[in-house]
Protein backbone atom coordinates (compact mmCIF):
# COMPACT_ATOMS: atom_id res chain seq x y z
CA UNK A 1 0.00 0.00 0.00
CA UNK A 2 1.27 3.83 -1.12
CA UNK A 3 0.74 6.60 1.51
CA UNK A 4 1.98 10.02 0.99
CA UNK A 5 3.61 10.66 4.45
CA UNK A 6 4.53 14.49 4.27
CA UNK A 7 1.28 15.59 3.97
CA UNK A 8 -0.50 12.92 6.75
CA UNK A 9 2.52 13.89 9.12
CA UNK A 10 0.93 17.69 8.86
CA UNK A 11 -2.55 16.31 9.43
CA UNK A 12 -1.60 14.28 12.62
CA UNK A 13 -0.26 17.18 13.95
CA UNK A 14 -4.01 18.74 12.72
CA UNK A 15 -6.08 15.85 14.72
CA UNK A 16 -4.05 16.60 17.52
CA UNK A 17 -5.27 19.48 17.90
CA UNK A 18 -8.81 18.70 16.98
CA UNK A 19 -8.54 15.59 19.73
CA UNK A 20 -7.64 18.09 22.83
CA UNK A 21 -10.73 21.12 21.43
CA UNK A 22 -13.25 18.36 21.41
CA UNK A 23 -12.09 17.00 24.83
CA UNK A 24 -12.09 20.00 26.13
CA UNK A 25 -15.84 20.18 26.12
CA UNK A 26 -15.77 17.56 28.91
CA UNK A 27 -13.42 19.15 30.83
CA UNK A 28 -15.35 22.63 30.40
CA UNK A 29 -19.21 21.05 31.02
CA UNK A 30 -18.35 20.43 34.88
CA UNK A 31 -16.30 23.47 35.33
CA UNK A 32 -18.81 25.72 33.97
CA UNK A 33 -21.75 24.18 35.99
CA UNK A 34 -19.45 24.56 39.35
CA UNK A 35 -18.48 28.47 37.28
CA UNK A 36 -21.80 29.93 36.35
CA UNK A 37 -23.54 27.30 38.93
CA UNK A 38 -25.83 25.71 35.63
CA UNK A 39 -27.72 22.59 36.05
CA UNK A 40 -27.05 20.18 33.66
CA UNK A 41 -29.64 21.04 31.02
CA UNK A 42 -28.20 24.39 30.71
CA UNK A 43 -24.76 22.95 30.51
CA UNK A 44 -25.58 21.03 27.77
CA UNK A 45 -25.65 23.99 25.62
CA UNK A 46 -21.94 23.41 25.20
CA UNK A 47 -22.90 20.52 23.32
CA UNK A 48 -25.45 21.76 21.68
CA UNK A 49 -23.66 24.88 20.24
CA UNK A 50 -20.45 23.04 19.60
CA UNK A 51 -22.50 20.40 17.52
CA UNK A 52 -25.17 22.87 16.02
CA UNK A 53 -22.50 24.06 13.18
CA UNK A 54 -22.48 20.64 11.65
CA UNK A 55 -26.20 22.02 10.43
CA UNK A 56 -25.28 25.09 9.01
CA UNK A 57 -22.32 24.91 7.32
CA UNK A 58 -21.14 21.21 5.46
CA UNK A 59 -22.73 22.50 2.37
CA UNK A 60 -20.84 26.32 2.42
CA UNK A 61 -17.52 24.21 3.11
CA UNK A 62 -17.75 21.66 0.63
CA UNK A 63 -18.24 24.55 -1.87
CA UNK A 64 -15.13 26.09 -0.57
CA UNK A 65 -13.29 23.10 -0.63
CA UNK A 66 -14.19 22.84 -4.34
CA UNK A 67 -13.61 26.52 -5.36
CA UNK A 68 -10.26 26.25 -3.67
CA UNK A 69 -9.46 23.16 -2.22
CA UNK A 70 -7.84 20.93 0.62
CA UNK A 71 -5.40 23.35 2.14
CA UNK A 72 -6.32 26.80 1.34
CA UNK A 73 -9.51 25.03 3.58
CA UNK A 74 -7.40 23.24 5.88
CA UNK A 75 -5.50 27.11 6.63
CA UNK A 76 -8.58 28.68 7.49
CA UNK A 77 -10.05 25.72 9.29
CA UNK A 78 -6.99 26.72 11.70
CA UNK A 79 -7.41 29.94 11.58
CA UNK A 80 -11.08 29.83 12.45
CA UNK A 81 -9.64 27.83 15.79
CA UNK A 82 -7.08 29.99 17.05
CA UNK A 83 -9.82 33.42 17.08
CA UNK A 84 -12.44 31.08 18.92
CA UNK A 85 -10.08 29.93 21.69
CA UNK A 86 -8.39 33.34 21.79
CA UNK A 87 -12.20 34.38 22.63
CA UNK A 88 -12.31 32.72 25.80
CA UNK A 89 -10.06 35.48 27.34
CA UNK A 90 -13.05 37.81 27.47
CA UNK A 91 -15.38 35.62 28.29
CA UNK A 92 -13.29 35.06 31.15
CA UNK A 93 -12.80 38.84 32.19
CA UNK A 94 -16.32 39.41 31.59
CA UNK A 95 -17.62 36.76 32.99
CA UNK A 96 -19.81 35.60 30.60
CA UNK A 97 -21.18 32.76 29.97
CA UNK A 98 -23.02 33.49 26.44
CA UNK A 99 -19.32 34.77 25.01
CA UNK A 100 -18.51 31.61 26.02
CA UNK A 101 -20.78 29.66 24.05
CA UNK A 102 -20.01 31.92 21.05
CA UNK A 103 -16.54 31.06 21.18
CA UNK A 104 -17.22 27.35 21.10
CA UNK A 105 -19.58 28.00 18.20
CA UNK A 106 -16.23 29.81 16.26
CA UNK A 107 -14.22 26.98 17.67
CA UNK A 108 -16.57 24.17 16.13
CA UNK A 109 -17.21 26.23 12.74
CA UNK A 110 -13.10 25.55 12.57
CA UNK A 111 -13.52 21.99 13.57
CA UNK A 112 -16.34 21.67 10.39
CA UNK A 113 -13.51 22.62 8.15
CA UNK A 114 -11.47 20.12 9.22
CA UNK A 115 -13.89 17.34 9.38
CA UNK A 116 -15.44 17.76 6.07
CA UNK A 117 -12.04 18.97 4.47
CA UNK A 118 -9.43 16.58 6.08
CA UNK A 119 -11.19 13.52 6.44
CA UNK A 120 -11.57 12.68 2.49
CA UNK A 121 -8.62 14.47 1.91
CA UNK A 122 -6.91 11.40 3.98
CA UNK A 123 -8.65 8.88 1.95
CA UNK A 124 -7.15 10.58 -1.01
CA UNK A 125 -3.61 10.39 -0.23
CA UNK A 126 -2.74 6.64 -0.98
CA UNK A 127 -4.04 3.82 -2.50
CA UNK A 128 -7.68 3.12 -2.06
CA UNK A 129 -7.37 0.01 -0.40
CA UNK A 130 -5.52 1.48 2.19
CA UNK A 131 -8.09 4.58 2.88
CA UNK A 132 -9.43 2.42 6.11
CA UNK A 133 -6.13 2.05 7.62
CA UNK A 134 -5.28 6.11 6.68
CA UNK A 135 -8.23 7.17 8.78
CA UNK A 136 -7.47 5.22 12.20
CA UNK A 137 -4.01 6.05 12.18
CA UNK A 138 -4.56 9.72 11.51
CA UNK A 139 -7.41 9.47 14.36
CA UNK A 140 -5.03 7.72 16.67
CA UNK A 141 -3.39 11.08 16.96
CA UNK A 142 -7.03 12.79 17.59
CA UNK A 143 -7.29 10.20 20.49
CA UNK A 144 -3.51 11.69 22.22
CA UNK A 145 -5.31 14.65 21.93
CA UNK A 146 -8.19 13.42 23.92
CA UNK A 147 -5.63 11.53 26.40
CA UNK A 148 -3.34 14.44 27.34
CA UNK A 149 -5.69 16.49 28.02
CA UNK A 150 -7.83 16.32 30.99
CA UNK A 151 -5.15 16.19 33.31
CA UNK A 152 -3.28 18.97 31.63
CA UNK A 153 -6.53 21.26 31.12
CA UNK A 154 -7.54 20.61 34.83
CA UNK A 155 -4.40 21.37 36.47
CA UNK A 156 -4.33 24.95 34.17
CA UNK A 157 -8.37 25.66 35.00
CA UNK A 158 -8.16 24.56 38.68
CA UNK A 159 -5.92 26.87 40.67
CA UNK A 160 -4.76 25.67 44.27
CA UNK A 161 -6.85 28.45 45.37
CA UNK A 162 -10.06 27.03 44.11
CA UNK A 163 -10.44 29.63 41.11
CA UNK A 164 -11.37 28.14 37.72
CA UNK A 165 -9.48 29.58 34.96
CA UNK A 166 -11.27 28.39 32.15
CA UNK A 167 -9.72 30.44 30.07
CA UNK A 168 -5.85 29.40 30.31
CA UNK A 169 -6.52 25.53 28.27
CA UNK A 170 -7.56 27.71 25.09
CA UNK A 171 -4.85 29.96 24.95
CA UNK A 172 -2.76 27.36 25.07
CA UNK A 173 -4.59 25.95 22.14
CA UNK A 174 -4.62 29.28 20.20
CA UNK A 175 -0.64 28.89 20.41
CA UNK A 176 -0.31 25.53 19.12
CA UNK A 177 -3.18 26.09 16.54
CA UNK A 178 -1.51 28.59 14.78
CA UNK A 179 1.91 27.02 14.55
CA UNK A 180 0.30 24.13 12.48
CA UNK A 181 -1.61 25.96 10.49
CA UNK A 182 2.32 28.28 9.61
CA UNK A 183 3.72 24.41 9.06
CA UNK A 184 0.77 23.55 6.16
CA UNK A 185 1.13 27.40 5.16
CA UNK A 186 5.30 27.00 4.10
CA UNK A 187 4.78 23.32 3.26
CA UNK A 188 4.12 21.57 -0.54
CA UNK A 189 1.10 20.15 0.81
CA UNK A 190 -1.46 18.95 -2.14
CA UNK A 191 -4.46 21.37 -2.68
CA UNK A 192 -6.30 18.70 -4.84
CA UNK A 193 -9.31 21.10 -6.29
CA UNK A 194 -11.85 20.40 -8.51
CA UNK A 195 -11.29 20.33 -12.40
CA UNK A 196 -12.79 22.99 -14.12
CA UNK A 197 -15.74 21.62 -15.37
CA UNK A 198 -16.77 20.02 -12.15
CA UNK A 199 -19.68 22.27 -11.27
CA UNK A 200 -21.19 22.39 -7.68
CA UNK A 201 -24.50 22.17 -7.37
CA UNK A 202 -26.95 21.57 -3.53
CA UNK A 203 -29.54 20.15 -5.37
CA UNK A 204 -26.76 17.84 -7.28
CA UNK A 205 -24.98 16.73 -3.98
CA UNK A 206 -28.73 15.62 -2.70
CA UNK A 207 -29.61 13.97 -5.68
CA UNK A 208 -26.20 12.16 -6.56
CA UNK A 209 -26.07 10.74 -2.86
CA UNK A 210 -28.90 8.26 -3.43
CA UNK A 211 -26.86 6.29 -5.88
CA UNK A 212 -24.79 5.46 -2.95
CA UNK A 213 -27.13 3.50 -0.25
CA UNK A 214 -23.83 2.70 2.43
CA UNK A 215 -23.91 6.17 2.18
CA UNK A 216 -27.00 7.56 3.16
CA UNK A 217 -27.18 4.42 5.44
CA UNK A 218 -23.79 5.71 6.57
CA UNK A 219 -25.18 9.02 7.41
CA UNK A 220 -27.91 8.19 9.85
CA UNK A 221 -25.12 5.99 11.52
CA UNK A 222 -23.02 8.60 12.49
CA UNK A 223 -25.62 10.74 13.99
CA UNK A 224 -26.46 8.20 15.89
CA UNK A 225 -22.70 7.67 16.62
CA UNK A 226 -21.35 11.51 17.99
CA UNK A 227 -24.48 11.51 19.67
CA UNK A 228 -23.31 8.58 21.75
CA UNK A 229 -19.87 10.04 21.71
CA UNK A 230 -21.03 13.25 23.29
CA UNK A 231 -22.95 11.96 25.87
CA UNK A 232 -20.43 9.37 27.04
CA UNK A 233 -18.10 11.69 27.33
CA UNK A 234 -19.46 14.56 28.10
CA UNK A 235 -21.40 13.01 31.36
CA UNK A 236 -18.57 10.97 32.37
CA UNK A 237 -17.41 12.93 34.95
CA UNK A 238 -20.41 13.70 36.47
CA UNK A 239 -21.15 10.01 36.45
CA UNK A 240 -17.96 9.28 38.88
CA UNK A 241 -18.66 12.76 40.69
CA UNK A 242 -22.59 11.90 41.36
CA UNK A 243 -22.57 8.17 41.51
CA UNK A 244 -19.46 7.04 42.82
CA UNK A 245 -18.76 10.32 44.62
CA UNK A 246 -15.23 11.20 43.23
CA UNK A 247 -13.66 14.22 43.03
CA UNK A 248 -13.05 16.29 39.96
CA UNK A 249 -9.50 15.41 40.01
CA UNK A 250 -10.21 11.40 40.77
CA UNK A 251 -12.79 11.85 37.63
CA UNK A 252 -10.13 13.87 35.08
CA UNK A 253 -8.08 10.34 36.12
CA UNK A 254 -10.41 7.88 34.60
CA UNK A 255 -11.25 10.17 31.70
CA UNK A 256 -7.76 10.02 30.92
CA UNK A 257 -7.56 6.58 31.07
CA UNK A 258 -10.62 6.56 28.49
CA UNK A 259 -8.68 8.44 26.36
CA UNK A 260 -5.83 6.44 26.79
CA UNK A 261 -7.81 3.29 26.07
CA UNK A 262 -8.91 4.65 22.83
CA UNK A 263 -5.63 5.90 21.57
CA UNK A 264 -4.31 2.54 22.03
CA UNK A 265 -6.79 0.49 20.46
CA UNK A 266 -7.28 3.43 17.80
CA UNK A 267 -3.48 2.55 16.87
CA UNK A 268 -4.13 -0.92 16.97
CA UNK A 269 -7.26 -1.24 14.61
CA UNK A 270 -4.53 0.13 12.22
CA UNK A 271 -3.27 -3.61 12.43
CA UNK A 272 -6.75 -5.62 13.21
CA UNK A 273 -8.31 -3.96 9.70
CA UNK A 274 -5.34 -6.01 7.85
CA UNK A 275 -6.95 -8.79 8.62
CA UNK A 276 -10.91 -8.19 9.90
CA UNK A 277 -13.42 -6.58 7.60
CA UNK A 278 -14.15 -2.60 9.02
CA UNK A 279 -18.32 -3.47 9.19
CA UNK A 280 -17.43 -6.51 11.76
CA UNK A 281 -15.23 -4.54 13.58
CA UNK A 282 -17.83 -1.99 13.97
CA UNK A 283 -20.46 -4.03 14.88
CA UNK A 284 -18.55 -6.26 17.81
CA UNK A 285 -17.66 -3.06 19.09
CA UNK A 286 -21.02 -1.94 19.04
CA UNK A 287 -22.22 -4.99 20.84
CA UNK A 288 -19.25 -4.96 23.63
CA UNK A 289 -20.46 -0.64 24.48
CA UNK A 290 -23.77 -2.06 24.57
CA UNK A 291 -23.07 -4.17 27.34
CA UNK A 292 -21.21 -1.93 29.22
CA UNK A 293 -23.44 1.05 28.92
CA UNK A 294 -26.37 -1.53 30.49
CA UNK A 295 -23.69 -2.58 33.28
CA UNK A 296 -22.90 1.09 34.26
CA UNK A 297 -26.78 1.63 34.48
CA UNK A 298 -27.86 -1.48 35.97
CA UNK A 299 -25.21 -2.39 38.44
CA UNK A 300 -22.42 -1.09 40.83
CA UNK A 301 -19.77 -3.61 40.61
CA UNK A 302 -16.84 -1.82 42.53
CA UNK A 303 -15.05 -1.53 38.98
CA UNK A 304 -17.83 0.43 37.35
CA UNK A 305 -14.95 3.78 36.84
CA UNK A 306 -12.98 1.24 34.74
CA UNK A 307 -15.94 -0.48 32.79
CA UNK A 308 -17.05 3.32 32.09
CA UNK A 309 -13.22 4.29 30.94
CA UNK A 310 -13.01 0.79 28.91
CA UNK A 311 -15.86 2.71 27.03
CA UNK A 312 -12.83 4.30 24.95
CA UNK A 313 -11.41 1.09 23.56
CA UNK A 314 -14.86 0.11 21.61
CA UNK A 315 -15.45 3.67 20.74
CA UNK A 316 -12.44 4.66 19.26
CA UNK A 317 -12.81 3.10 15.73
CA UNK A 318 -15.94 4.45 15.49
CA UNK A 319 -15.75 7.88 13.66
CA UNK A 320 -13.21 7.19 11.26
CA UNK A 321 -14.20 3.32 10.46
CA UNK A 322 -17.70 4.53 9.76
CA UNK A 323 -17.02 7.31 7.92
CA UNK A 324 -14.55 5.41 5.56
CA UNK A 325 -17.10 3.05 5.25
CA UNK A 326 -20.02 5.59 4.14
CA UNK A 327 -17.56 6.92 1.46
CA UNK A 328 -16.36 3.63 0.61
CA UNK A 329 -15.55 3.36 -3.32
CA UNK A 330 -17.73 6.85 -4.35
CA UNK A 331 -14.87 8.24 -6.09
CA UNK A 332 -15.05 11.69 -7.02
CA UNK A 333 -17.83 12.21 -4.59
CA UNK A 334 -15.99 11.97 -0.99
CA UNK A 335 -15.54 15.64 -0.79
CA UNK A 336 -19.39 15.77 -1.20
CA UNK A 337 -19.96 12.96 0.83
CA UNK A 338 -18.22 14.25 3.37
CA UNK A 339 -20.04 17.33 3.59
CA UNK A 340 -23.30 15.47 3.94
CA UNK A 341 -21.57 12.91 6.67
CA UNK A 342 -20.78 16.04 8.61
CA UNK A 343 -24.61 16.90 8.65
CA UNK A 344 -24.62 14.06 10.78
CA UNK A 345 -22.59 15.33 13.17
CA UNK A 346 -25.25 17.78 14.71
CA UNK A 347 -26.32 14.30 16.40
CA UNK A 348 -23.95 15.43 19.08
CA UNK A 349 -26.21 18.57 19.75
CA UNK A 350 -29.41 16.49 19.65
CA UNK A 351 -28.70 13.62 22.11
CA UNK A 352 -26.85 15.38 25.51
CA UNK A 353 -30.03 17.67 25.91
CA UNK A 354 -32.04 14.63 25.62
CA UNK A 355 -29.42 13.21 28.25
CA UNK A 356 -29.23 16.42 30.68
CA UNK A 357 -32.84 16.23 31.16
CA UNK A 358 -32.58 12.59 31.90
CA UNK A 359 -30.14 13.75 34.24
CA UNK A 360 -31.80 15.79 35.76
CA UNK A 361 -34.96 13.85 36.25
CA UNK A 362 -33.76 10.47 37.40
CA UNK A 363 -30.14 10.52 37.68
CA UNK A 364 -26.92 10.48 35.57
CA UNK A 365 -26.24 6.43 35.30
CA UNK A 366 -30.25 6.37 33.95
CA UNK A 367 -29.09 9.35 31.24
CA UNK A 368 -26.66 6.88 29.77
CA UNK A 369 -29.38 4.98 27.92
CA UNK A 370 -29.64 7.31 25.50
CA UNK A 371 -26.18 6.54 24.29
CA UNK A 372 -26.96 3.37 24.61
CA UNK A 373 -29.80 3.06 22.49
CA UNK A 374 -27.44 4.96 19.58
CA UNK A 375 -25.14 2.15 19.87
CA UNK A 376 -27.95 -0.09 19.20
CA UNK A 377 -28.63 1.52 16.04
CA UNK A 378 -24.95 1.40 14.63
CA UNK A 379 -24.78 -2.12 15.47
CA UNK A 380 -27.46 -2.67 13.09
CA UNK A 381 -26.18 -0.70 10.69
CA UNK A 382 -22.89 -2.11 10.60
CA UNK A 383 -24.00 -5.96 10.40
CA UNK A 384 -26.66 -5.14 7.49
CA UNK A 385 -26.72 -1.40 5.61
CA UNK A 386 -22.70 -1.31 4.94
CA UNK A 387 -21.60 -2.05 1.38
CA UNK A 388 -20.76 -5.33 2.34
CA UNK A 389 -23.40 -6.57 4.93
CA UNK A 390 -23.39 -9.83 6.53
CA UNK A 391 -27.16 -10.65 4.69
CA UNK A 392 -27.68 -9.27 1.18
CA UNK A 393 -30.76 -6.89 1.05
CA UNK A 394 -33.03 -6.72 -1.60
CA UNK A 395 -33.02 -2.51 -1.58
CA UNK A 396 -32.45 -0.02 -3.60
CA UNK A 397 -33.38 3.79 -3.50
CA UNK A 398 -33.37 4.22 -7.20
CA UNK A 399 -35.33 1.79 -9.18
CA UNK A 400 -32.70 -0.34 -11.39
CA UNK A 401 -29.36 0.47 -9.39
CA UNK A 402 -27.57 -2.33 -7.96
CA UNK A 403 -27.93 -3.63 -4.89
CA UNK A 404 -24.95 -2.80 -2.46
Not at 194 to 203: C, I, M
Not at 267 to 289: N, S
Request: positive net charge.
Amino acid sequence: MKHQYKPLILLCLMFLTVGSMFCMNDILLPALITHFKLNYTQATLIQFTFYSTYVLFPLPIAWMIHKYGYRVSLMVALFTCSLGCMLFMPAKFLESYPIVLLAIFIISTGITVINVAANPFITLLGDPEGAHIRMNFVQVFSRIGYAATPLIATALIYNLAGEIRFHFPYLLLAALIMIIGALIFFSKMPAMKADVEDKFSVSGIFKASIRYPHLVFGIVAMFFYVGAEACTAGFFIPYLKTVLGFTETQAARYLTLYYIFAAVMGLTAVLILRYVKAFRLVGFFGLAMITCYLICILTNTGINEYILASLGLFLSIMFPTIFSLAIEDIGAFAGRGSALLNFAIVGGSVFPPLQGIIADNYGVNVSYLVPCFCFVVITIYAFFFTKHPLMKRNFSFVSGSPTP
